[in-house]
């Protein structure tokens, strides 16, 4: 069993950077992938980013790609996302989650387990 805990979420001016956090418990996630979700009220949830086992690898959503950067530290078993320029629509509950394979993937399904979620909010 895996325990999800994102942090850094917050209110900030469009523009503005935030950092998320996501920390594992449990058991360790060097060896897996992770990925970023947001949901937006009334929205489904949709993919962010996601990063491979050894950090080597990311795949980025359209939306956020060139402002928004996946990073994970193994020692740590911690995964990051660096949010930068951020615009109002960017604005949701950001999860993290883990795989239970090694390589990256943006399907919903191949994720086992998830955090509870931070708040961003972008004000214009």
């Known amino acids: 069993q895996v325990q999800l805990v994102e942090s850094g979420g917050g209110l900030v001016q469009a523009g503005g950077s935030l950092r998320l956090s996501c920390a594992a418990s449990?058991?360790?996630?060097?060896?897996?992938?992770m990925g970023w979700f947001r949901q937006a009220p009334g929205k489904e949830r949709e993919f962010v980013a996601t990063?491979?086992?050894?950090?080597?690898?990311?795949i980025y959503a359209d939306s956020v790609k060139g402002r928004f950067t996946i990073s994970r530290d193994n020692a740590k078993n911690t995964v990051y996302l660096q949010m930068n320029s951020l615009k109002p629509e960017d604005t949701a509950v950001y999860y993290c989650?883990?795989?239970?394979?090694?390589?990256?993937?943006?399907?919903?399904?191949?994720?086992?387990?998830w955090g509870r979620g931070t708040q961003v909010t972008v004000s214009s």
């Open positions: 989650a883990v795989t239970h394979g090694a390589g990256v993937t943006m399907n919903r399904a191949a994720y086992d387990y």
């Open positions: 449990g058991r360790t996630v060097s060896g897996y992938a």
């Open positions: 990063i491979n086992w050894s950090g080597a690898y990311t």
